[in-house]
């Protein structure tokens, strides 16, 4: 929008600045990845600020709760992304293989190929149980054991193997990203996810 400035000469115009802006899932992605890099003690307002585009004032005009509300908001964003990427696919219809082979191209998006660290682990606090976000972190976990389980049921384990195999995965999948992390290069978990098919059918009745 242009306006004339008063007291300055004829013709002289300014444009008003326009606030910058950024829609909420594109705000929320941005926060994200801080708190992925830094975990939340290490992810500092002036870090989440200058990430997401935005002044502090703007950012706690967005989150007036402050820097734990976003990792909340962060966290629930996460979580509807795994209940329809991961989650339902498990669940489906679909020969339990098929769902396996689903779930690996899943993980490897969601972590970008072993890119990304595990955000569920950089917000739990040590120990997790006295952190602010374990109801959620632990509700998230359970609900991907569970989705596991019902597909290795499918394919023909009991219970006990499939919910077995299925924290077994989990616990690879969050070791291959720690030592991605401490290591500097995805191989482990490029390695983690072509052996994860192998991992949670061999032996299938």
């Known amino acids: 929008m242009r306006r004339r400035v008063a007291g300055v000469g004829a013709g002289v115009e300014m444009h008003m600045a326009r606030r910058a802006t950024i829609d909420d899932a594109r705000l929320l992605e941005k926060l994200g990845c801080v708190f992925r890099e830094c975990g939340y003690e290490g992810a500092s307002l002036a870090v989440l600020a200058k990430a997401a585009g935005l002044q502090k004032a703007s950012l706690y005009h967005r989150f007036p709760g402050g820097k734990e509300q976003m990792a909340r908001e962060v966290l629930?964003?996460?979580?509807?992304?795994?209940?329809?990427?991961?989650?339902?696919?498990?669940?489906?219809?679909?020969?339990?293989?098929?769902?396996?082979?689903?779930?690996?191209?899943?993980?490897?998006?969601?972590?970008?190929?072993?890119?990304?660290?595990?955000?569920?682990?950089?917000?739990?606090?040590?120990?997790?149980?006295?952190g602010p976000f374990a109801k959620e972190i632990k509700r998230a976990f359970a609900a991907i054991i569970a989705a596991l389980a019902v597909a290795l049921r499918d394919a023909g384990f009991d219970a006990r193997s499939a919910r077995v195999r299925s924290e077994r995965a989990v616990m690879l999948l969050q070791g291959s990203l720690v030592l991605c992390r401490g290591m500097g290069t995805t191989r482990p978990f490029r390695d983690f996810l072509k052996r994860l098919p192998q991992e949670l059918l061999a032996g299938r009745a």
């Open 76 to 130: 629930a964003a996460a979580e509807a992304l795994i209940a329809r990427d991961i989650l339902m696919p498990l669940k489906s219809k679909a020969p339990p293989a098929e769902r396996v082979d689903i779930l690996v191209r899943q993980l490897n998006g969601f972590y970008s190929a072993g890119r990304q660290a595990c955000l569920l682990n950089m917000l739990s606090a040590a120990p997790t149980q006295e």
